[in-house]
């Protein structure tokens, strides 16, 4: 079992940044890589960012590529999702969670995750 848990969320206005972190326990070293996703009310899960928990391959959403910047630090078992030029339209509930077998942008790919953290950007 990988236990998640999400901090950083928060109100910001349009063109500012926040920055999320995921700190990850339990039996991190089953884990292959650790995503970003988010949920806007009434609408779906919607792949953000993914990066592999060894070595330095990420893999971006195209409505975010270019503000947001995904990172991780193994030593603390955190993964962060960096949020820069944010806009109204990035407001959602935003999740991490952990895939112990593949690198995948699909949500049920991932085994586990954490409680959500609510991101709003007031225009």
């Known amino acids: 079992q990988v236990q998640l848990v999400e901090s950083g969320g928060g109100l910001v206005q349009a063109g500012g940044s926040l920055r999320l972190s995921c700190a990850a326990s339990g039996r991190t070293s089953s884990v292959y890589a650790m995503g970003w996703f988010r949920q806007a009310p009434g609408k779906g899960r919607e792949f953000v960012a993914a990066?592999?928990?060894?070595?330095?391959?990420?893999y971006y959403a195209d409505s975010v590529k270019g503000r947001f910047t995904i990172s991780r630090d193994n030593a603390k078992n955190t993964v962060y999702l960096q949020m820069n030029s944010l806009k109204p339209e990035d407001t959602a509930v935003y999740c991490c969670?952990?895939?112990?077998?593949?690198?995948?942008?699909?949500?049920?790919?991932?085994?586990?995750w954490g409680q959500g953290t609510q991101v709003t950007v007031s225009s």
């Open positions: 969670a952990a895939d112990p077998r593949t690198y995948s942008i699909s949500p049920s790919a991932y085994d586990y």
């Open positions: 990066i592999r928990w060894s070595g330095s391959s990420t």
